[in-house]
């Protein structure tokens, strides 16, 4: 019954997140995305052209993680934005009630619109992600490593954002659950590039801020997983590099991914109780 319950929700919440306009301006925002993207790559292999093939794909690699910083951002908007009306919305406007009449469970109705955001991000991600890789395959002839695991990766990004915008959405407003989630997607990036910079510096301290928020949001952490696996594997020849945002030298850890596993368990958890004690 429980099981039934949530495809029944995550199903109904698939079909309202394809009718909704964010969907609209989502895809009209990948769209440009990938149209920008060809060109780009486009000039990239006129200019490469004198220059060695691995020269060009290590370039092709560095510009591709830049493109994919702004899928996932995208990806990032959207899911907030879907999740936040998803639930605060329909307890504003008194739609939950009507579902909250029939013997369903609270906590199966949070798991089923969960389920239902988490397929359509990683769909999104997927087809969006697979799209640009193939547009650099077609422009300079470059093929990511590791693309599935970096799809995957980007895919886990996109589900611990939405997780935390649910959570948000059962305690504030949907606009507002949608800008605070943004907001400290944003504000976990930033703290990467600080703790990267403190690494370079030797400061410890510094570096600690990194660490710290990606324990706390994992967004960046996973986010920084996915590029290691679409970057050219001879770039961790050049030191050089090892200080700039959009490059990650060094896979993520087992321990790391089971973390991030845990952390969407226990927000998702924490969303439900809160949305089961919350009077309707």
Do not use: C
């Amino acid at each position: 019954m429980i099981a039934r319950t949530v495809l029944t929700v995550a199903a109904l919440t698939l079909q309202e997140a394809v009718r909704r306009r964010v969907l609209r301006s989502i895809v009209v925002m990948t769209v440009v995305l990938l149209g920008l993207s060809a060109w780009g790559f486009h000039r990239l292999d006129a200019e490469f052209g004198a220059f060695t093939t691995g020269e060009a794909r290590i370039a092709a690699s560095t510009v591709l993680n830049l493109v994919m910083f702004g899928l996932s951002l995208i990806a990032a908007l959207g899911t907030a934005f879907l999740a936040g009306p998803t639930l605060a919305g329909e307890i504003e406007s008194g739609i939950v009630l009507a579902v909250m009449t029939r013997p369903v469970r609270r906590p199966a109705v949070l798991a089923g619109k969960w389920l239902g955001l988490a397929a359509f991000g990683s769909a999104f991600v997927t087809v969006a992600g697979l799209g640009q890789l193939l547009i650099v395959r077609v422009t300079v002839d470059y093929w990511p490593p590791h693309p599935a695991t970096g799809l995957a990766l980007l895919a886990a990004q996109t589900t611990v954002l939405l997780t935390l915008s649910l959570l948000l959405s059962t305690v504030i407003s949907p606009m507002a659950s949608g800008i605070v989630a943004v907001g400290l997607f944003g504000a976990t990036w930033i703290a990467g590039v600080v703790g990267m910079v403190g690494e370079a510096f030797g400061n410890d301290g510094v570096a600690r801020v990194g660490t710290v928020s990606r324990m706390l949001l994992p967004t960046d952490g996973l986010w920084r997983g996915a590029m290691h696996a679409f970057q050219h594997p001879g770039l961790s020849q050049f030191p050089a590099f090892e200080d700039s945002p959009f490059l990650s030298m060094a896979p993520l850890t087992a321990g790391y991914l089971a973390w991030a596993g845990v952390w969407v368990a226990l927000v998702l958890g924490l969303a439900a109780l809160v949305f089961q004690r919350r009077d309707l």
